[in-house]
Antibody
Framework: EVQLVESGGVVVQPGGSLRLSCAAS????????MHWVRQAPGKGLEWVSL????????YYADSVKGRFTISRDNSKNSLYLQMNSLRTEDTALYYC?????????????WGQGTLVTVSS | QSALTQPPSASGSPGQSVTISCTGT?????????VSWYQQHPGKAPKLMIY???KRPSGVPDRFSGSKSGNTASLTVSGLQAEDEADYYC????????????FGGGTKLTVL
């Protein structure tokens, strides 16, 4: 059974930094592209970033480019999101999502999310 | 403001059909067949319902169908059931030079 478990969400002050983690199990992690998707409280979904199976390609939404860095450790079946220069508008539930069983750019499994709150 | 435009709400009675639209541009919805639809119940993670415009993952009832015409994709739910009440989001691949994925703002489907 595919499982994605996010962690690392906390309350942080504007301008601060945070690293989110996503532990994957139930599939061959290093075969798949992975994504981060976020959802602000009461709002819709927003794609944040993706990383290719080997970490060789990464892409970001314009809203986080230059501040967030996605990475992965295939030896640990783990996905990460380093978040710097945090803003109040980054407050959201952050989901990691798996790609690939149904083609590219399709989120076929999601974690339950980890909540990041940026507030002074 | 979301990149793809969805109506904020839709409704129908049990047994009826309802269609939700998702309008983009030639740089996303209209340019590629990478349109997906997700269902999200309150407090839950989204669930994939349709991929590549009209394909259903295993386990998704055939009451759910997708289509596309030009820059607008659509999700149709036939034979509405109470458990179909949820938020629905469309998404699309958008561009190769500045690769990104874009979502619609979501549609709250109410089963009357």
């Amino acid at each position: 059974e595919v499982q994605l478990v996010e962690s690392g969400g906390v309350v942080v002050q504007p301008g601060g930094s945070l690293r989110l983690s996503c532990a994957a199990s139930g599939f061959t992690f290093d075969d798949y592209t992975m994504h981060w998707v976020r959802q602000a409280p009461g709002k819709g979904l927003e794609w944040v970033s993706l990383i290719s199976w080997d970490g060789g390609s990464t892409y970001y939404a314009d809203s986080v480019k230059g501040r967030f860095t996605i990475s992965r450790d295939n030896s640990k079946n783990s996905l990460y999101l380093q978040m710097n220069s945090l803003r109040t508008e980054d407050t959201a539930l952050y989901y990691c999502a798996k790609d690939g069983d149904y083609g590219d750019y399709v989120f076929d499994y999601w974690g339950q999310g980890t909540l990041v709150t940026v507030s002074s | 403001q979301s990149a793809l435009t969805q109506p904020p709400s839709a409704s129908g009675s049990p047994g009826q059909s309802v269609t939700i639209s998702c309008t983009g541009t030639s740089s996303d919805v209209g340019g590629y067949n990478y349109v997906s639809w997700y269902q999200q119940h309150p407090g839950k993670a989204p669930k994939l319902m349709i991929y590549e415009v009209s394909k259903r993952p295993s386990g998704v009832p055939d009451r759910f169908s997708g289509s596309k015409s030009g820059n607008t994709a659509s999700l149709t739910v036939s034979g509405l059931q109470a458990e179909d009440e949820a938020d629905y989001y469309c998404s699309s691949y958008a561009g190769s030079n500045n690769l990104r994925v874009v979502f619609g703002g979501g549609t709250k489907l109410t089963v009357l």
